[in-house]
């Protein structure tokens, strides 16, 4: 049984679908990678998926565990262990590092979640999670703060943007840690070497699924169509 | 209970600590209403107060290159329901002094009680004030406070003021700040207010950048919920060269409060500089789903945000 079950997802801002008649399903503990050029749908599809205001599906269904939740609340969604990294995290004023990493759990050791993300705890625990920080970091704190959740099913939007090219073991790093922890990833990444590190992977276009399978066949898929080119429309296939 | 056990029990509530009246290294002055209950100087600083036909007159000195270790605490309260507390501050940091105020102003059974002070201060070259000031009104919302300072900063000197009134309610609150900063001097005014029910504040700060290179910053965190009003000026004049200024007002606004911000730069140097933001609204949308994302309900969320907002 899958752990999440999309089924003919479509979401659209006026008359445009921005998420048209997706069908996507994850398995229990799979990291799944998510590929897809710019403007294809990545991050709406998170949004629909953590259950954002305003991101309600138009159609089809949302099954977590074999609980329908497409009309669950954010909270009540992350409360059942479905959480998200954000492609740019928000900032806060007043709210520690140390702080932000136990929000759930004050019994937590936030240290070890910064560890985890190359981050030296000595340097961050009181810093604020505020615009002092640099992108990366910001980052690098998201991740070590959805860790921290221990979630049953982490979105990752592209931890990998702002993050310098040497890190990209840091990352993959990370999404070991998150299969050790069992918890399923959905990674949306544009890194072929990171989308290499999951366990299945989907191209997305135009707010579809093109392609779903291993992350090589799927990498192959996206190098060889470009979907800029094509405009969506072609290499949206039959599958899954 | 004497007047002063009971005033120390509400300055503990408020964060106050009582064992610094007994500490013959920590200067303080504590009044209830225009009676001065207690003050201690210490080497380097005099603290010289006295009450008027029509309220408290203190004069506070730091001597030149005296550098106080510990802050000097000053505790202003009424305690009864209905009162008036008429302050009249001078306060003179002589050259290369340097001194932190913890200021407490309590009002725990307010229920008409007006508090009025009037602030001078003088800082002197290069000398350096830091001065905190926390005020708690209770729960029924009858205080009318109006803290007044008119504060000029020497040549090379510092002020760093932080006014805060974030637990219980504010009642009404005006209030009005001028500082004038000479030459290399650094102003920098904090204020952070919680409203609640029908509390009205207003807030003027108004930072003068005199001097060439001086600068200034205006920061106001204010969070309204029920009925609450305010309106919040922030004033900064670059009139040298090579000043430098800016007014970061934050309001956060939930239920039926009104909020406004009126950010005022003006400039009659064209080598200084002055940048002002101002952001109102009610929680932000992002921040609010990011810890909800997190497993935090609305209200966990909310009240995280504001915290953090008037830390
Ligand atoms: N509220 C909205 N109104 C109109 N268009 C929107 C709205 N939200 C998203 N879109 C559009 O939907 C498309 C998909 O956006 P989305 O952010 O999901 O893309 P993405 O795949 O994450 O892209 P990127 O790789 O750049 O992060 C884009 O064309 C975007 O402009
Ligand atoms: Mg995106």
Same mark, same amino acid.
């Given at each position: 049984?899958?752990?999440?079950?999309?089924?003919n997802?479509?979401?659209?801002?006026?008359?445009?679908k921005?998420?048209?008649?997706?069908?996507?399903s &994850?398995?229990?503990?799979?990291?799944?990678?998510?590929?897809?050029?710019?403007?294809?749908?990545?991050?709406?599809?998170?949004?629909? &998926?953590?259950g954002?205001e305003?991101?309600r599906?138009?159609?089809g269904?949302?099954?977590?565990? =074999?609980?329908d939740?497409?009309?669950?609340?954010?909270?009540?969604?992350a409360?059942?262990?479905?959480?998200?990294a954000?492609?740019e995290?928000?900032r806060?004023?007043?709210?520690?590092?140390?702080q932000?990493?136990?929000l759930?759990?004050?019994?937590?050791n936030?240290?070890?979640?910064?560890?985890?993300? =190359?981050?030296?705890?000595?340097?961050?625990l009181?810093?604020?999670?505020d615009?002092?920080?640099?992108?990366?970091?910001r980052?690098?704190?998201?991740?070590?703060?959805?860790?921290?959740?221990?979630?049953?099913?982490?979105?990752?939007d592209?931890?990998?943007?702002?993050?310098d090219?040497?890190s990209?073991?840091? &990352? &993959?790093?990370?999404?070991?840690?998150?299969?050790?922890i =069992?918890?399923?990833?959905?990674?949306?990444?544009?890194?072929?070497?990171?989308?290499?590190?999951a366990?299945?992977?989907?191209?997305?276009c135009n707010?579809r699924?093109a392609?779903?399978?291993?992350?090589?066949?799927?990498v192959?898929?996206?190098?060889?169509?470009?979907?800029?080119?094509c405009? =969506?429309g072609?290499?949206?296939d039959e599958?899954? | 209970?004497?007047?002063?056990?009971?005033? !120390? +029990?509400?300055?503990?509530?408020?964060g106050g600590d009582r064992?610094?009246?007994?500490? *013959?290294?920590?200067?303080?002055?504590?009044?209830?209403?225009?009676?001065?209950l *207690?003050?201690r100087?210490?080497?380097?600083?005099? @603290?010289?107060a006295?009450?008027?036909?029509d309220?408290? *007159?203190?004069?506070?000195?730091v001597?030149?290159?005296?550098?106080?270790?510990?802050?000097?605490?000053?505790?202003?309260?009424?305690?009864?329901?209905?009162g008036?507390?008429?302050?009249?501050?001078?306060?003179?940091?002589?050259k290369?002094?340097r001194?932190?105020?913890?200021?407490h102003?309590? %009002?725990?059974?307010?229920?008409? #009680?007006?508090?009025i !002070?009037?602030?001078? @201060?003088?800082?002197?070259?290069?000398?350096e004030?830091?001065?905190a000031?926390t005020?708690?009104?209770g729960?029924?919302?009858?205080v009318?406070?109006?803290p007044?300072?008119? #504060?000029?900063?020497?040549?090379?000197?510092?002020?760093?003021?932080?006014?805060?009134?974030?637990?219980?309610?504010?009642?009404? +609150?005006?209030?009005?700040?001028?500082?004038?900063?000479?030459e290399?001097?650094?102003?920098?005014?904090t204020?952070?207010? %919680?409203g609640?029910?029908?509390?009205?504040?207003?807030?003027?700060e108004?930072?003068?950048?005199?001097?060439?290179?001086?600068?200034?910053?205006?920061?106001?965190? #204010?969070?309204?919920?029920?009925e609450?009003?305010?309106?919040?000026?922030g004033i900064?004049?670059g009139n040298?060269?090579?000043?430098?200024?800016?007014?970061?007002c934050?309001e @956060?606004v939930?239920?039926?409060?009104?909020a406004?911000? /009126?950010?005022?730069?003006?400039?009659?140097?064209p080598?200084?500089?002055?940048?002002?933001?101002?952001?109102?609204? *009610? #929680?932000?949308?992002?921040?609010?789903?990011?810890?909800?994302?997190?497993? +935090?309900?609305?209200?966990?969320?909310?009240? /995280?945000?504001?915290?953090?907002? +008037?830390?």
């Amino acid at each position: 049984m899958p752990f999440l079950e999309l089924t003919n997802l479509t979401y659209q801002v006026g008359s445009k679908k921005i998420i048209d008649n997706l069908c996507l399903s &994850i398995g229990d503990s799979e990291i799944h990678a998510l590929l897809g050029t710019n403007g294809t749908g990545k991050s709406t599809l998170a949004y629909l &998926i953590v259950g954002c205001e305003g991101y309600r599906p138009a159609t089809g269904s949302i099954v977590f565990a =074999g609980q329908d939740i497409t009309d669950r609340r954010i909270h009540e969604r992350a409360q059942l262990g479905i959480t998200m990294a954000w492609q740019e995290p928000v900032r806060f004023e007043g709210i520690s590092v140390a702080q932000y990493l136990t929000l759930r759990n004050k019994e937590l050791n936030p240290a070890h979640y910064l560890d985890m993300v =190359g981050l030296q705890p000595a340097h961050y625990l009181t810093r604020m999670v505020d615009s002092s920080l640099s992108g990366g970091e910001r980052k690098r704190i998201e991740l070590a703060s959805i860790l921290a959740l221990h979630p049953k099913i982490a979105i990752l939007d592209e931890p990998d943007s702002g993050i310098d090219m040497l890190s990209t073991l840091d &990352i &993959i790093n990370v999404i070991n840690t998150f299969k050790k922890i =069992g918890s399923s990833v959905l990674l949306i990444t544009h890194r072929e070497e990171i989308a290499l590190s999951a366990d299945r992977a989907s191209q997305i276009c135009n707010g579809r699924i093109a392609c779903s399978g291993s992350p090589q066949e799927v990498v192959a898929y996206y190098k060889s169509k470009n979907c800029l080119v094509c405009g =969506g429309g072609e290499c949206v296939d039959e599958r899954p | 209970m004497s007047a002063l056990d009971q005033l !120390m +029990l509400a300055y503990k509530d408020a964060g106050g600590d009582r064992a610094i009246l007994a500490d *013959s290294a920590t200067a303080h002055l504590v009044a209830d209403g225009h009676q001065i209950l *207690s003050t201690r100087g210490v080497k380097g600083l005099e @603290v010289e107060a006295h009450a008027t036909p029509d309220g408290i *007159s203190a004069k506070v000195r730091v001597r030149a290159n005296v550098r106080l270790e510990k802050p000097v605490h000053l505790c202003f309260g009424v305690l009864h329901k209905q009162g008036t507390q008429n302050i009249r501050m001078d306060v003179k940091l002589e050259k290369n002094a340097r001194a932190d105020f913890i200021a407490h102003c309590i %009002f725990p059974n307010a229920e008409k #009680v007006v508090h009025i !002070m009037d602030a001078v @201060v003088d800082i002197g070259e290069g000398a350096e004030l830091r001065y905190a000031e926390t005020h708690f009104h209770g729960s029924y919302g009858g205080v009318y406070a109006r803290p007044k300072a008119v #504060v000029t900063v020497g040549r090379n000197g510092a002020y760093v003021g932080d006014f805060e009134l974030i637990t219980g309610r504010v009642g009404r +609150l005006e209030i009005d700040y001028v500082v004038e900063t000479g030459e290399n001097g650094v102003t920098e005014l904090t204020a952070r207010v %919680f409203g609640h029910g029908d509390d009205t504040v207003n807030i003027k700060e108004k930072v003068v950048l005199a001097g060439e290179h001086s600068r200034g910053l205006i920061k106001t965190r #204010v969070v309204l919920e029920d009925e609450a009003f305010a309106e919040i000026t922030g004033i900064t004049e670059g009139n040298a060269a090579g000043a430098r200024g800016h007014v970061d007002c934050m309001e @956060v606004v939930k239920d039926n409060a009104v909020a406004s911000a /009126i950010p005022i730069v003006r400039v009659t140097n064209p080598l200084a500089k002055v940048t002002h933001e101002a952001a109102i609204g *009610s #929680v932000d949308k992002r921040q609010l789903e990011t810890l909800m994302a997190h497993g +935090l309900t609305p209200a966990e969320a909310v009240d /995280i945000i504001v915290k953090g907002i +008037l830390r």
